[in-house]
């Protein structure tokens, strides 16, 4: 079985975003989203497109695990600019948590950029993406998704 193989399905995904990054704001956005996900390379690899109607786009995933190395590497791309976008956030599965990282920009600022799933459950999980401006010291979440699954 993939590290990624609980999110193989169908997902009624609550998006929170926040509204403005790296100014300590806490108003968030809050929007619903539809994923689907599936698994390839026999659980070491996985794609999802999330629809995100009330906000015009769409976004996809792509997971590949290095065998050698055992870690994931992870690729976001979205329907308005239609590229992968770069670098990919890398990492593991440590105790039912995974966390992944990349060094990355954020409007033009340099950030250290982090993915975590937790809260895996075969009826729900929860993805949070947060940005640090400070060398890892702290960080600040500006996304999380909170999972359901459908069916």
Do not use: K
């Not at 990054?21 to 599936?38: I, L, Y």
């Not at 290095?66 to 440590?94: C, Q």
């Not at 999380?144 to 699954?149: E, I, K, P, S, Y």
């Amino acid at each position: 079985m993939g590290d990624f193989d609980f999110l193989v399905g169908t997902w009624d995904v609550t998006n929170r975003r926040l509204v403005e990054r790296h100014v300590g704001s806490d108003e968030w956005d809050e929007f619903p989203a539809t994923s689907v996900a599936h698994r390839f390379f026999d659980g070491a690899g996985s794609f999802d497109e999330m629809r995100c109607p009330t906000r015009g786009f769409s976004g996809s995933t792509v997971r590949t695990l290095d065998p050698a190395t055992g870690l994931w590497s992870i690729y976001w791309m979205n329907s308005r600019r239609g590229i992968l976008e770069l670098p990919p956030v890398v990492g593991r599965f440590v105790d039912g948590v995974g966390t992944f990282y990349a060094d990355d920009t954020d409007e033009g600022r340099p950030v250290r950029c982090r993915f975590i799933w937790s809260r895996i459950t075969p009826t729900s999980c929860r993805w949070e993406q947060a940005f640090s401006t400070d060398g890892e010291r702290t960080w600040e979440t500006n996304w999380v998704m909170d999972f359901a699954r459908t069916g």
